[in-house]
């Protein structure tokens, strides 16, 4: 019976994170994002991140209006924190810069509270930067 129990509340755990995470990020959906998008694709490991710092969209990128999607793999360390960050796909080298710069700030951790940790985790991480088309940049 206790053994469960425990699978039943680790369930309601792993469903709950998942709402608040869905919940989280439908807000930010809908604040208005007037120059750029930050989307995950992917985790290779259960992990929520707690702290997301927004990269800042580069002058000399929206004096030239450039666009685009930087596809990072990052590493996780034990202590949540993000230990390094390397570009896969980049867009131009001051986006890239600005994404890897933001993505190094982050701090995860697991989903469910009793997950043990290990020593790296890994995650590729896409950073859309999109210009607002209402806004003029002269």
């Given at each position: ?61 929206l004096r030239d209006r450039v666009e685009g999607t930087v596809r ?67």
């Open positions: 019976m206790k053994k469960r129990t425990v699978v039943v509340l680790l369930t309601l755990l792993v469903i709950l994170g998942l709402a608040v995470g869905f919940l989280l990020s439908s807000l930010q959906r809908t604040k208005q994002r007037t120059e750029v998008a930050v989307r995950i694709t992917e985790l290779h490991k259960v992990v929520t991140v707690i702290k997301r710092v927004e990269p800042t969209y580069p002058q000399s990128a990072l793999d990052v590493t996780i360390g034990a202590d949540s924190s993000v230990t390094s960050v390397r570009v896969i796909k980049g867009v131009r080298e001051d986006l890239d810069d600005a994404a890897k710069q933001a993505v190094m700030l982050w701090k995860v951790v697991p989903l469910i509270p009793s997950h043990p940790r290990v020593s790296e985790s890994f995650a590729i991480v896409s950073i859309e930067f999109k210009l607002d088309s209402t806004k003029s940049t002269k």
